[in-house]
Each structure stands twice: as C-alpha cells, then as structure tokens.
C-alpha cells in the first residue's frame, strides 16, 4: 500500500504510471488473496490427511501382524488368547462380544428412538418439543466412561435383582445403558427426515380422514424412509465403536459366545485392555490393536457405505 | 342417506382409530420417560454417593493409594491443559477449513473428496483417532505419551464437528452481504476477515465448544495412546520454563485426564473408590454440561442480535 501515496499518484510522470502504480498494487494483493487461498486449503485438507494417516497407521501395522499371523485362522479361529504362550488369533471371539452388545443396544435404540422421533414429530405441541428434545439430546452429551461407571454400579445391581445370576460384569447391562446413551442419534436425526416431509401430505392424509397415528405411520414414516435408515445406521456405527461403556462395565473376557448374560471382550475393549498393559512396541501382542481396529473400521466403514446407498436409492424428492 | 346403524358403525370405528392415537402418544410419552428418568437417575446416583466426597481438598489432592485421601488434582490440572492444546489446533484450522470449502472451493474433485473426508471421519469411533496417534504421533513422530500427542489427537477428533457448523454459520449469511462488500472493492479476504467471521461468531463459537466439551469426555482415545493412569505430580506450569525451549516443556509432559481419572477409580474392586469415582464423574458432568449449557445460551442470544 505504501507505494500508492497522493504524490505518487497526482505528481508529475504521468497517467501511465499511475497506471503502472496500481498494477503493482493489484499484482500484489493478488499475491496475497493466492497465498492466503492455499493455506486455507491446506487447514481444508488436515481432514483428508487424517483419513490418509488412519489407513496408513492401520495397514502399515496390520500388514505386519498378518505376516505372523494367516489372514485364515484370524479369521476362522474360535479362540483370542494373544498374550498366552499358545497364542490364538481369532477375531470372531471379538467379533460375536461387539455383535452382542450392539445387538442389545440397538433392540432399546431403534424401537425407543423411533417411536420418541414419530411422537416428537407428529404428536407433541410445539412447546412440549422444543423443551423435550434439547433434554433428550443431553443424553448424548455426557461422557461415555460416566455411562460405563451408571452401568456398572447402578444398572448390573438393579438387574440382579431381577436375574440373581447374573455375573457382576455382564454385556446385558452395558448394551442397555448403551442404548439408552444412542437414543438421541436416533431420534434426532429420524425426527428431522419425518419434519422434512411436506406438509401438503399430512394435510392429504389428514383430509381423507386419517387420524394422527395412520398419517405418521402410512405418509410420514414411509416417506421419511431414507433418513430414517440412516439414522438407524448412525446408531448402529455408533453402538459398535462404542468403547468405554463396555471396557468398564463388560468384563474384557474373551469368549467366542452370544450369551448377554455373560461377561464379553468387544473389539474395542480388547484395545483399552492391551493400551492399559503395557506391551513392548512392535512386539505381535502390540501390533493385534491394530489388527482389531482394522476390523472396527471395515465394520463402520461398510455400515456408512450402506447408509449413503440407502439414502441414495430410497430418496424421495418432492 | 346412511342409515342409523351405519352411522354407529362407522363413530365405532372413529372411536378405535382415535383410541390407537391415544395409544400411541402414551407409548411416544413413555419412551421418552425412560431417557430421561435414565438421566434422571444416572444424577441423582451420582449426587448421592459423590457429593459428600466433593471438598476443597478433593480438588487439591493427587491420586492415593487411600481413597479418602485421593484427589483429582493432577486429572483437573490435565484436562485443562489438553484442552489448551485442543482448542489451539482445532480452532484455527477448523475454521479455515470451513472458509476454505464454503467460500473459496470451486466444485471440482478435490472439493468432494474433501466433503466425503469430513462426513466420513464424523463417523469414524474415537479408538480408532486413538489407534492413529498411538501409530504416528507417539511412535513415528517421537510425541511420547504426552500433553501434546494427547491434545493433537482430540483436535482431530472435534475437527469435523467445528467444520460443519462453521460452515452452517457461514452459510446462513445472506448473499447481499457479500455482494455489498465485493462492490465496494473488498478483496475476497477482506470480506471473509472483516464481515463473514466477525458474523458467524456465534455458530462458530457454538461448534467449538460443543466440539471441546465432546473432547474433555473422551476417554479411549486418551487411553489408547497409553497414557499413565496414576500420576501424582504436575507437568511444569505453561510458559514459565526458561525460554526459549523450557517454554514448552509442558507440551511433552506426562499426564492424566478427568476421564482416565474416574476409569481408574471405577474399575478398582473397593467401593471407597467408587465413591471418589462418583464425585469425579459429578465434576466431570457438570463441566460438560455447563459447556453445552453455554453454547445453547450464546446461540440464542446472539442470535437474536442478529437482523438481516
């Protein structure tokens, strides 16, 4: 800027070097904007480097294990017992204590959170929602270990008072408080599809004579069906990536077993167990995380390539 | 003409559909019962067997191996600070990021590849962030089990949270907005800098601290980068050391969380620790629920300053 003063513009020369002057100047605060461009781009790009440091990280030390280990027996054993001196390596003992668990909160998330998104959407005034589901959605704000902590010494209590058998650590109990935490992902983002849908088809349905119930569940919830689903899917990403739930309140018992009753080591809680010991780096026992995370990524990974293609394919455009 | 008997047939059959209706708003009501009594009582546990552990020496006292003497010093001490280094990284970069793609980005490939990125680490599980930086911040790039490598590793996990609602912020900015300053010869920059920012401070400052209170929480990425459970000292207090490197010491100091804190005490077998649990986890609650607190607050209030 400083090269552009009143003299530099009206003195002497000529028009020509005004001209010249503010060339100059706009060289240069194009120089600027461009810089200024990259590096915004550059902070835009951290999230990509990120993906790109996940992968490397997961395969780079995975890639490594499966040169110990045959991707076969990983895959096919029915025992986990990494850190024995007869060392097993079968995922599906990891496997069946994620699928359990999120099994058990999903049978609490999708039924409770659908019904709750339906009544928020199509059945509560406008005051009763706008103070219900901010209340609702704080289930989701508090920490996951606080819930590990409720499941452990609140909810397993109250279950053996139900079920005296019941072992202290136990999946039943961390899959329910699981769910419970879930609720909000659900109906939130089911409750936004269903309030999407255009109003000029409530008040078709509402003029052949529909009562609240037939309009939510034969126009709203139909119609809404692609954002629902992936609200669903969202749960269900959501209850298998879970980790502290299950790490505190679950056991951490490898057991190839579908059994909520029992105790249970999820892929997730394998990962607390082994970074809460402290194993050598690069030993096969500290390359297993890894090998266990890979699966948990593959796992989400197809369940939010399922979502988009739901969204895709179930679309409805008004 | 409908008769008399149809007429009664068809009010039975309003009267049963009205009744599904009636069914169906207890059930939604229900539903949302057992979320919040579950809250309710998940506070109320809390209060009870925590709040006759919370005193000023609570709060001033490292771990212990006595439960009544045991504290949350170091673990308060090391959540603030992590989020120190939380906030620093996430904060810039989020919200460039945002300006980059909502203002700058043309649509062409790098732009998608960029927006699939964020909506996909949204849905990445946080071990996995903590698999990461165990991978690279803590073997590859030499970090340690430290304020820094712990920090970093929460950044990326909130980034995508404050890009999206930096952006939403940006979004909801009339076009006119931009228009007036581009006609009155503003660079591009000096539209985002001086009149974009400056008006979507409020959903920005929303994202970051729903994004940090989201942070301060996160317990299995912290654990997974193996960070000490028990650490009965301070890091060195931030920029005190003799400059120029002593200033960052604190960066590579080990360290413990609130959440690594209340893991600790709950999965020990005696109850006293359970109590101390409690009352740590009282704290915790209430430091994230005053975050999110706030930041329905700020919205609402800044927002209503806003006229277009």
Not at chain 1, 14 to 39: C, D, M, P, T, W
Not at chain 1, 255 to 263: A, D, I, K, R, V
Request: net charge positive.
């Amino acid at each position: 800027m400083a090269s552009v003063t009143p003299q530099s513009l009206q003195g002497g020369s000529s028009a020509a070097a005004n001209l010249a002057a503010y060339a100059q100047l706009k060289a240069r605060r194009k120089r600027r904007e461009r810089a200024i461009e990259v590096g915004l781009l550059l902070a835009a790009c951290v999230s990509v480097l990120t993906t790109l440091g996940i992968v490397y990280v997961l395969l780079r030390e995975s890639l490594s294990f499966f040169s110990h280990v045959s991707i076969w027996s990983f895959l096919t054993d029915s025992q986990w017992t990494p850190l024995f001196a007869d060392a097993h390596f079968g995922i599906w003992v990891l496997m069946s204590g994620t699928i359990t668990s999120s099994a058990v909160a999903l049978l609490i998330a999708i039924p409770l959170g659908t019904i709750i998104a339906v009544y928020l959407s199509e059945f509560a005034g406008f005051r009763a929602r706008e103070t219900l589901k901010p209340l609702l959605e704080l289930l989701s704000g508090v920490p996951t270990i606080i819930y590990g902590y409720f499941a452990l010494l609140f909810v397993t209590p109250l279950l053996q008072k139900i079920y005296p058998d019941l072992p202290g650590f136990n999946v039943l109990s961390a899959g329910i408080v699981m769910g419970i935490m879930i609720i909000p992902y659900v109906s939130s983002l089911s409750e936004d599809a269903m309030r999407a849908v255009p109003m000029s088809l409530r008040e078709g349905s509402y003029a052949m004579g529909a009562t609240r119930f037939q309009t939510a569940s034969k126009v709203v919830v139909p119609a809404a069906f692609s954002g629902i689903a992936s609200a669903y899917i969202l749960g269900i990403s959501r209850a298998v990536g879970e980790t502290m739930i299950l790490a505190v309140a679950a056991g951490m018992q490898p057991t190839l077993s579908f059994n909520p009753l029992e105790p249970a080591a999820t892929i997730t809680s394998y990962i607390v167990q082994v970074a809460l010991g402290d194993l050598p780096h690069g030993s096969v026992g500290y390359q297993t995380i890894f090998a266990a995370g890979l699966s948990l990524m593959v796992l989400t990974l197809s369940f939010n390539l399922a979502g988009h293609w739901l969204r895709r394919r179930f679309r409805e455009a008004y | 003409m409908p008769s008399q008997h149809d007429t009664a047939a068809i009010r039975a059959l309003i009267r049963k559909h009205k009744r599904w209706d009636l069914i169906f708003g207890l059930l939604g009501l229900l539903s949302l019962g057992v979320g919040i009594l579950t809250l309710a009582a998940l506070f109320i546990d809390m209060a009870i067997s925590g709040i006759p552990r919370l005193s000023a020496e609570f709060f001033t006292s490292f771990p212990s191996r006595r439960a009544a003497q045991a504290g949350i010093l170091s673990a308060w001490v090391g959540s603030v600070l992590v989020m120190m280094v939380t906030a620093l990284v996430a904060v810039p970069l989020g919200i460039a990021g945002a300006i980059y793609l909502e203002e700058y980005a043309r649509k062409h490939w790098i732009t998608d590849l960029i927006e699939i990125n964020i909506t996909n680490l949204a849905g990445v599980p946080s071990i996995i962030y903590g698999l990461l930086a165990l991978g690279l911040f803590v073997y590859t790039f030499g970090l340690g089990q430290s304020i820094l490598t712990a920090g970093l590793t929460l950044a990326l996990l909130i980034l995508p949270i404050v890009i999206t609602t930096t952006r939403e912020a940006l979004r909801s900015i009339p076009q006119y907005i931009r228009e007036g300053a581009y006609a009155c010869g503003a660079s591009r920059w000096q539209v985002v800098s001086q009149h974009l920012v400056p008006y979507s401070m409020p959903g920005i400052l929303t994202g970051v601290i729903i994004g940090l209170s989201r942070a301060i929480g996160e317990t299995a990425p912290i654990i997974t980068i193996g960070a000490l459970t028990f650490i009965a000292f301070l890091p060195p207090a931030p920029f005190t050391g003799t400059p120029p490197a002593g200033l960052f010491d604190w960066l590579m100091s080990p360290f413990t969380v609130m959440p690594i804190q209340i893991f600790n005490w709950t999965s020990r077998p005696d109850p006293s620790f359970h109590q101390n649990a409690a009352a740590a986890s009282f704290v915790l609650v209430f430091m994230t629920l005053s975050m999110n607190g706030l930041a329905i607050w700020l919205r609402y209030r800044l927002r209503k300053n806003i006229k277009w």
